[in-house]
Every structure is written in C-alpha cells, then in structure tokens.
C-alpha cells in the first residue's frame, strides 16, 4: 500500500481574481494497493533448459484532489477518481538448440475506470466548469517474441517483435482537457485518455571478446495515441499516431583490473505518421546522442576516479510540432567524479558540468508569437561532497 499526498499553489496575483490566470490551490490525495504474486520455475522441459515466469498483477487505484482559489477556501473542483486494473502474464525462455533460446510471452490486463468531479460553482473565485463523469472498462494485451542466436563465443545476434501498451495514470486523467479552449473558452473536462500503444521490431549484435563488450541493435516503433503533456493549455492529450527508429551502440572495454573506458551513441527518429503534422518531428527528440567515460581505480577502492562526457543535438521545442520555431540548441557537458571506500566508511567529490556550459534541455514555443519561448536553464557547474558509513 503506497499513499502520497501533495499540496500546491499557483500564485499569479497577489490575491485570487475571478479571471483564467488566477492564484489556484491544490490538494490531492493518491492512495494506491497492489497484490503482485509470481512465480518462477525453472527446470528442463523435454531436455531442453526452460525458464518460465507468471504472475498476477492487481492495482486498486484512489485519487482525490480539491483545486480552489486558494488554501481554506471551498473548492471550485473535488475529483473522486478511481481505477482497477487486474492483468495476467506470463514469459518462457527456451533453449531449443546449445546455441539458440527463443523467447515469447503475453500479457492480458483489464482496466475498469470510475471518474466524476463533485463541482462548486458557487465557491469563491470560481471561473471554470465541472467536469464530465466518466466510467470505463477495457482490456488490452501485450505479446513478444524474440530470440538469440550465438554464432560463436564471441558473437551472438538478436531480435524481438513485440506490442506495448501503457494505461493512463489516474492522476493523469485528472489533468486532461479539455478544460480550455485555444481562445480560453471554458470547455467541460471529460477525463478520456486512450491507452497508449505500440508495435515494435529489433534486431542487433552482441560482442564479447576478452575485456571488450559490445552491443548494436536497429529498431522500429509504431506509436498510437502517445501520451503527451500540452505545456500551453495544461492538460493531457493523445498524439496523432507517431513513429520512432533508429540505432543504438554501447561499447565497454576494460583495459586491465583498474581501467575501465565505455561510449555509446544513437541516432533516433521521431516523426508523425499520420494527421496535420504527418512527416514532422515529434519535438523534444534529439536525433544524435553520444556519450564517453572511464573508470579509473586508482588504488584498490580507496581512490576512484569517474569521468563522463555526454553530447546531444538540437531538438524541437515542446509546442512545435509545425516545426517552425528555432530549436533547443546541441550542447554537452563533462562530470568528474572522485570517490573512495574504506571497510564500511564511504566519500565522494562529485563536479558536475565541469565546463560551466550554460544550457537547457527544454522549452516551450509560444502558440501565437512566431520567435517567443520560455526555457528552463539547467544549473552551470555544480559541487557535491559527500561521506557516510554503512551498518
């Protein structure tokens, strides 16, 4: 059993004004139970090595949240919100020859969804509507197949096929829209979400040879009704069908018992598929990304030193999906990192972005004013220190 509860204002006047931009209030309460038993038996099956997960999983899901003017004033919206899921599943791994396994499995989960809005008109400052009662039942699946094939030693190749789904959280559905309009119309809020789905393929490398390992894989991603936060009008919505592929390379190679150097790269696509952006970039996807490290045990744990430069390029902002707005610009940053251990006593100096490189990794474009964006800078070079022991 998990409970969370959170409390949160919104300040844009000094005091509450009966306007769309108003000081807002916040009180929610999430409550969520879970039973999740499994079991895993492995044992030969017709003399072939067998490996067999199952399991069931049950979340019972209750959101309440208030959202008023401001603390110990009445409340324009209570949501009451709650959400079953029951899902079944199960994975086997089988060595069908000494140098192939395949894999498959499914999962089959029902979600059943009870959602309304106890709303006040009459409580103080109130400018909105109440929201729609919704109740819902659906199932959805989730099937894999994959498998590896070890050439030799040294080299194995894989790949999978496999369909994805994701549920909407309940808090999610709380803030989906639409609750206003591109011209702030009041519109009743219904929260629907659509699960989110996927059809994926991959196929790759591994390589280990020695103090070398190495994987490369290609992959494919079909994505309907992706989930996706609108940062202009606040609320949940589901994308136009999306596609992601591309490429992906980790390396590692251990040099001796004391020096470690890793890197990896990918190259991603994420476009629209299909509706009036058909053929544009999804935004807040970068395309190249890169990254390069060591580890250094200096002196047998008591000293250590850590390394890591990443590297990415520009993406679209969050809002552009015209792809119209200059984007957020490439960067990178470098870490060191010197840390130590003796017996149960631990240290560390971490600098994070050691060149002071003045960034951000996220902005939103202005609906209405070509040019205009707000960005979220990142924090230039940073220090932590840290010391502990263990018990």
């Known amino acids: 059993m998990r409970d969370k509860k959170q409390q949160s204002a919104f300040f844009s006047s000094p005091a509450p004004v009966p306007a769309f931009f108003t000081s807002t209030y916040v009180d929610a309460d999430l409550t969520t139970w879970s039973i999740t038993p499994r079991l895993s038996v492995k044992s ?25 003017a401001g603390q110990g004033l009445a409340p324009w919206h209570n949501y009451d919100l709650r959400q079953r899921t029951v899902a079944g599943y199960v994975q086997h791994t089988l060595g069908v020859a000494p140098a192939t396994d395949i894999s498959y499995g499914a999962r089959l989960q029902n979600i059943n969804l009870s959602a309304r809005d106890n709303f006040d008109p009459a409580a103080p400052f109130n400018a909105d509507i109440g929201a729609l009662p919704l109740g819902s039942d659906e ?117 001796n018992d004391a020096l470690l150097v890793r890197s990896g790269m990918a190259y991603t696509r994420a476009v629209f598929r299909e509706g009036v952006w058909a053929g544009n970039d999804v935004p807040l996807v970068s395309r190249y990304t890169a990254s390069a490290g060591l580890t250094w045990n200096i002196r047998q744990n008591y000293l250590v030193l850590d390394a890591t430069a990443r590297f990415w390029s520009e993406r679209r902002m969050d809002n552009d999906q015209a792809g119209t707005q200059k984007p957020i610009p490439a960067n990178g940053t470098i870490d060191l990192k010197l840390s130590g251990q003796y017996e149960r006593y631990f240290w560390s100096l971490s600098v994070n972005n050691v060149l002071n490189a003045l960034y951000y990794d996220y902005a939103v474009a202005s609906t209405f004013t070509d040019g205009r964006f707000s960005a979220y800078p990142l924090p230039g070079r940073t220090y932590l220190l840290k010391a502990g022991a263990t018990f």
């Open 139 to 255: 199932t959805q699946y989730a099937l894999h197949l994959g498998a590896e094939h070890r050439l030799n030693d040294t080299v194995a190749l894989f790949g999978r096929v496999a369909r994805a789904f994701r549920t909407p959280d309940v808090d999610e559905r709380v803030s989906s829209g639409p609750s206003f309009d591109p011209f702030f119309n009041p519109l009743p809020q219904t929260f629907q979400l659509k699960t989110q789905t996927s059809q994926d393929i991959e196929g790759g490398l591994r390589i280990r040879a020695g103090g070398l390992q190495m994987q490369s894989s290609l992959y494919l991603m079909d994505l309907a009704n992706e989930i996706h936060f609108n940062p202009i009008l606040f609320y949940n919505t589901n994308l136009d069908p999306t596609r992601r592929y591309g490429a992906e390379t980790s390396v590692s190679y251990r040099i």
């Open 44 to 68: 030969p099956l017709f003399g072939m090595p067998s490996q067999v997960l199952t399991g069931v999983d049950y979340y019972d899901a209750s959101f309440q949240q208030n959202r008023g």
